[in-house]
C-alpha cells in the first residue's frame, strides 16, 4: 500500500528538511505508522525515541511535532534505523525497526557506486546512483508499513515529560547551566566543558 500522507504534505516536508532523500522516506513512513496506527493528529502527548539522527529523524519531527525542543523527541545515539514511538494518554506505543529485506537488492547495488563515486566523482556515476537512490525512494513509499518496519513491543514505558530545572552558575566560566548538565569536581560546580578540561588525565 502506498504512502498515505498527502503529497502536498510530504512536499511541505521535503521543503523543511532541504532535500528528498531514501532516509527522508523512511522516516516519513515511520510517522504515517505513528499518524495511523497510534491515532495521533501530533499532540504532545506522542513521544519519539529516535535510534539515529539521520535524516528520517526530520520528517518524524514535521509530521508528527514531536520536537527536541518540547521534550517529546528523545535521541538515543545507537545508530540503529528504529524508532519507538509512545502515546502518554493511552500508554500504547510500539519500536519500529526497519526490515533489511525493505531495501531488497537496491543496497547492494547502490552501496559500491557510491563508494566509487565517493572516490572519484564522475557525472555519470553521479546518475548512476541518483537512479537508484530515486528507485530505492519509489519502493519505501509504495511498502506496506508492515512490510518496512518489524513492530516490536515495548520493554518499558515513556520517557518522564520535560521538566524546567534550575540553572547553576558554572564556577570556573561563569556561565549559567541546567542542573542536570552540571559535574562536581574538586568541591566545585562545573559545566561539561569545564569538567572535561579539568578531567583530563593527559
Wanted: aromatic share 6%; charged share 25%.
Amino acid at each position: 500500500m502506498s504512502c498515505s500522507i498527502p503529497q502536498e504534505t510530504i512536499d511541505q516536508c521535503i521543503a523543511f528538511h532541504g532535500h528528498s532523500c531514501p532516509g527522508l522516506t523512511i522516516g516519513i513512513r515511520a510517522a504515517e505508522y505513528a499518524r495511523t496506527r497510534l491515532n495521533q493528529d501530533g499532540g504532545a502527548e506522542l513521544v519519539c525515541v529516535t535510534e539515529t539522527d539521520m535524516c528520517g529523524v526530520d520528517a518524524i519531527q514535521f509530521l508528527t511535532g514531536c520536537t527536541v525542543g518540547k521534550g517529546n523527541m528523545i535521541h538515543r545515539d545507537y545508530g540503529k534505523m528504529a524508532f519507538s514511538f509512545f502515546d502518554r494518554r493511552t500508554g500504547e506505543g510500539v519500536r519500529l525497526l526497519l526490515r533489511p529485506e525493505s531495501r531488497q537488492d537496491i543496497d547492494a547495488a547502490l552501496a559500491p557506486r557510491q563508494r566509487a563515486l565517493d572516490e572519484q566523482y564522475t557525472p555519470e556515476g553521479a546518475a548512476a546512483v541518483a537512479v537508484l537512490r530515486q528507485q530505492l525512494q519509489d519502493r519505501f513509499m509504495t511498502l506496506p508499513l508492515d512490510a518496512m518496519f518489524e513492530a516490536q513491543p515495548l520493554q518499558q514505558g515513556p520517557p518522564r515529560p520535560a521538566k524546567i530545572l534550575e540553572s547553576l552558575t558554572c564556577e570556573a566560566c561563569g556561565e549559567k547551566t541546567m542542573e542536570s548538565r552540571t559535574r562536581r569536581f574538586a568541591g566545585q560546580t562545573l559545566c561539561i566543558p569545564c569538567f572535561q578540561a579539568r578531567e583530563q588525565k593527559i
